[in-house]
């Protein structure tokens, strides 16, 4: 299914569960066990979600790993399909089997 515009995780994580909680960044990256300006990358959206960094929102957030990497992928693909112009004049290559002797 493509998205449009989809969120960077961080931004995810900021509206739905940072803001509406009154949670604070350090407290979050504290129970991730990770420090506190990785965190915060991640919620500037200048990083992505690694699977270790989904292995450990899941366990503190909640969701399921595979969820925050399929939000990462998402995110990465539709930036991907906006800056590559050079891919809209790639052509599909056609394979043809060859007879053997």
């Known amino acids: 299914m493509n998205m449009y ?10 509206d739905t569960y ?9 407290e979050i990256a ?7 300006s990785t965190f915060n990358r991640l919620i500037r959206g200048d990083s992505g979600i690694s699977p270790e960094m989904a292995l450990r929102l899941s ?8 969820s925050w990497i399929t939000m990462q ?3 990465d693909l539709y930036r991907a399909k906006q800056k590559n112009k050079a891919i ?10 060859v007879a053997s002797l």
């Open 5 to 14: 515009n989809p969120p960077h995780p961080g931004e995810f994580i900021r």
């Open 73 to 75: 992928a998402h995110y």
């Open 18 to 26: 940072l803001v509406p909680f009154n949670v604070s960044q350090n």
């Open 59 to 66: 366990k503190v957030i909640g969701r399921s790993p595979e």
């Open 30 to 36: 504290d129970k991730l066990d990770v420090a506190r």
């Open 88 to 97: 809209k004049r790639l052509k599909k290559f056609k394979f043809q089997l």
